[in-house]
């Protein structure tokens, strides 16, 4: 059973930045380096928004146009822990972030974690 823990949100001012981190637990350091993690947002209101991705070790990541220049996917496979550094923060980028991992054919989900961008 994978376990997903975000931490590293919070309030940080317009302009800002933030880096969340999701760990990984129940998969081994070899399956987490080529399992399929990301990161998804919603904000009440609005649809959930899937905005980054990385695949394997991270040679291939595809980010959403919303945030593509300002965010960051990464994987420390000696962590076991994905990041997302997030850049020049802006007040639509308020929402609860949800890290995620594909693994053996199932979606795994963290608790979430409340980003608030506001001055």
């Known amino acids: 059973q994978v376990q997903l823990v975000e931490s590293g949100g919070g309030l940080v001012q317009p302009g800002g930045s933030l880096r969340l981190s999701c760990a990984a637990s129940?998969?081994?350091?070899?399956?987490?380096?080529?399992?399929?993690m990301g990161w998804y947002r919603q904000d009440p209101g609005k649809e959930r928004e899937r905005i980054a991705q990385?695949?394997?070790?991270?040679?291939?990541?595809n980010y959403a146009d919303s945030v593509k220049g300002r965010f960051t996917i990464s994987k420390d496979k000696t962590e076991n822990t994905m990041s997302l550094q997030m850049n020049d923060l802006k007040p639509n980028d308020t929402a609860v972030y949800y890290c995620?991992?594909?693994?053996?054919?199932?979606?795994?989900w963290g608790q979430g974690t409340q980003v608030t961008v506001s001055s």
């Open positions: 129940g998969v081994s350091k070899y399956a987490f380096n080529i399992i399929t």
């Open positions: 995620y991992a594909l693994y053996l054919q199932s979606k795994y």
């Open positions: 990385i695949i394997g070790d991270g040679t291939l990541t």
